[in-house]
């Protein structure tokens, strides 16, 4: 092989290594939470450790109760899964892998009432909370993140 | 007038003659070990002669046909080296290579360019954070709900912010 084809796939390699590739499947947390003050709060969860500065300075709570959960391993990108609690459910439809994220359709459901619906591009990179309804002295929040 | 030393020199290289000789001889205090010595330098010059002398080459031939290879040898353009070459006027830069190294250089400008753009946008640009495309409330259950939009930067993190949601009792917080 000549030296000028040799240099033109090395740098045809360097180039598309590096571009963001497509990576494998990955998994998305899902959380239904009850953020509360208390003169004794709980260790956080360890699904929310990364967050944990920003959610105690954004909310003003210093406890975070995870009542309900689920985790999802997207490998379609177009998979649907429901989070849920004693009377909460978070249902997530992934409708399909854009760049750097999912694009969902978030419903959170009151037993089998409609709260709140919602359409999001959950980056791979940045979580999402959603700020819920007051149940007695604390806070409903909804929290994904992408693991 | 010439000293002893320079008439012994004279007298042993045989250049004394006539009355000037027969007076050196006379003056000798032992001219029988000054004969002597006379042999003894004669010898010693003749061996130095014979071996000090340039010897003559035996094979010219070999040798001029030698210096002849090397010199055609270097007068040859195919094996001077490169950097006399250069020293000459080279012809290195021609325009293929110009285009080919602008090329090269363009390459690498690229690929610096991109792997800069994927180390720093990530944390600058906002399609790497989450984005909410619409929120809706329940309007039955909740008429005067809002929602807002936050983007915490800093913390990578996006938040819908509801307010005037229907509170709950704390039953609800059951697990």
């Known amino acids: ?147 | 007038m010439k000293t002893f030393e320079e008439k012994w020199t004279a007298w042993l290289d045989g250049q004394l003659t006539g009355r000037e000789l027969s007076e050196f001889e006379a003056s000798l205090p032992d001219k029988a070990a000054a004969e002597a010595g006379k042999a003894d330098a004669r010898k010693l010059g003749e061996l130095l002669k014979r071996e000090l002398s340039a010897r003559t080459l035996t094979n010219e031939e070999f040798f001029s046909h030698q210096l002849r290879e090397r010199i055609a040898r270097l007068r040859s353009p195919r094996r001077r080296p490169a950097w006399q070459a250069r020293k000459r006027g080279s012809t290195w830069w021609t325009i293929p290579r110009l285009l080919w190294t602008g090329a090269m250089s363009l390459a690498v400008f690229l690929v610096f360019t991109v792997l800069v753009m994927h180390e720093k946008n990530p944390a600058e640009e906002s399609p790497y954070l989450t984005q909410i495309l619409n929120a809706r409330v329940d309007p039955v259950t909740s008429p005067n709900a809002t929602v807002s939009i936050f983007e915490v930067k800093k913390d990578r993190v996006t938040v819908l912010w509801t307010e005037g949601l229907q509170s709950l009792p704390a039953d609800y917080a059951a697990k």
Do not use: C
Not at chain 1, 27 to 52: D, F, H
């Open chain 1, 1 to 147: 092989m000549g030296r000028a084809p040799a240099f033109l796939i090395f740098f045809l390699g360097l180039t598309i290594g590096a571009t963001p590739g497509l990576k494998g499947a990955e998994t998305v947390w899902s959380g239904l939470v009850i953020a509360e003050n208390l003169a004794q709060p709980k260790a956080i969860p360890p699904e929310l450790t990364r967050i944990e500065g920003m959610l105690k300075k954004f909310f003003g709570y210093n406890q975070f109760q995870v009542i309900g959960q689920s985790q999802k391993t997207l490998k379609t990108g177009q998979e649907d899964w429901l989070a849920t609690s004693k009377f909460f459910g978070l249902h997530v439809d992934a409708r399909g892998e854009s760049e750097g994220g999912y694009v969902l359709n978030l419903k959170l459901y009151k037993e089998k009432e409609l709260l709140l619906e919602t359409d999001a591009k959950l980056s791979k990179r940045s979580p999402l909370i959603i700020k819920g309804p007051q149940v007695g002295s604390g806070q409903l929040l909804l929290v994904l993140i992408v693991q």
